[in-house]
């Protein structure tokens, strides 16, 4: 079944619009949501234009969080219901955009994770490699475990966490500390947003952001179906069959970006000396409109003779890298 009619059967199965966004997790081709992606998007929509309930099916191992609001914003002004379609992966960011959707519908194998993000910061830890300054993230969960391991297995008292503070501003430079703090208020407070667009109970709403932004500790944790029920989320199980409408188109936009098969310059090169390669790495689809996010590389052989000894590599040299419509 072409993907068109495989859309086409979704939006008869659910009774809604789709639009479909999968950003590509191959290895060495990995790409996040990212602020590029919003005009594409909003192509989509006004295609859609206005309508009573709107789908959008989403894969994605997270991204930027204020292009996910944005997005998740977005889906509510042009839609009075929202569903949120998980055959397979939804994590980080893209969890933060589910919390947009009067419902859920996740299929057996559909994740979720929590929100908590990660700091990129001048200010933060760096190292050098290959004579370039690299800025390490710092992890909310870690800054926040790092206080709760000194409290609860070091038994330190209230009284002297400044102390625990202070040794952590000697590693940490407390400006990016403090950018951390500020990004877990934030995330928090725009999960509450877009929960209480659609969520009446703030005691529920307060235990889904508790647990999506602090109690679940680790960041890849993967939060399946059953669980997300637990924590009070609106999952509903889609039919047998919307499931496996769901799951074909899933694995119809994983072959299309070989999410299966690694990125290897060398094998990509072959024999040849040099070779020009596009590879399709994220897709934004709907009925009847499809951007692609594509990134076309120039491959070279190369060869470097070092005391005596000659070592051969592949060049990759970026040549665009940008979403297109096809």
Known sequence: MLRKELIAKVEESSGSRLICYLTGD??????QIGE????????????????????????????????GFAIANALREFAKEVDILIP??????????????????????????????????????????????????????????????????????????HEVFSRLCERVNPLALGAVYRAREQIGMLARKLLKRHQSDDKCVEKIVNALTRELLSHDYVIGRSEAKELGLPIEDPSDELADLLWRLYLDFADEMKLSQPWNPETELGTQHTVKKTNCRAVIESRDKKHGYFSS????????????????????KLLDDNWKLI
């Open 36 to 67: 590029d992606v919003l005009p594409p998007f909003y192509d989509h929509l006004s295609s859609i234009g206005r309508v009573d309930r709107l789908a959008m099916l989403i894969y994605s191992r997270g991204g930027h969080t204020l292009t």
């Open 297 to 316: 590389y120039e491959l070279k052989r190369t060869s470097v003779t070092k005391d005596g000894i000659k070592y051969e590599g592949v060049q990759t």
């Open 26 to 31: 191959r290895r060495g081709q990995e790409v």
């Open 88 to 161: 397979f992966r939804a994590h980080s960011c893209a969890t933060l955009i589910s919390l947009s959707g009067n419902r859920i519908l996740m299929g057996p194998f559909g994740q979720l994770s929590p929100i908590d993000p990660s700091i990129t910061t001048p200010h933060g830890p760096s190292i050098q490699h290959e004579g370039q300054i690299q800025f390490i993230p710092v992890s909310v969960e870690d800054v926040a475990n790092y206080f709760a391991l000194a409290r609860s297995e070091a038994k330190v008292s209230e009284e002297k966490m």
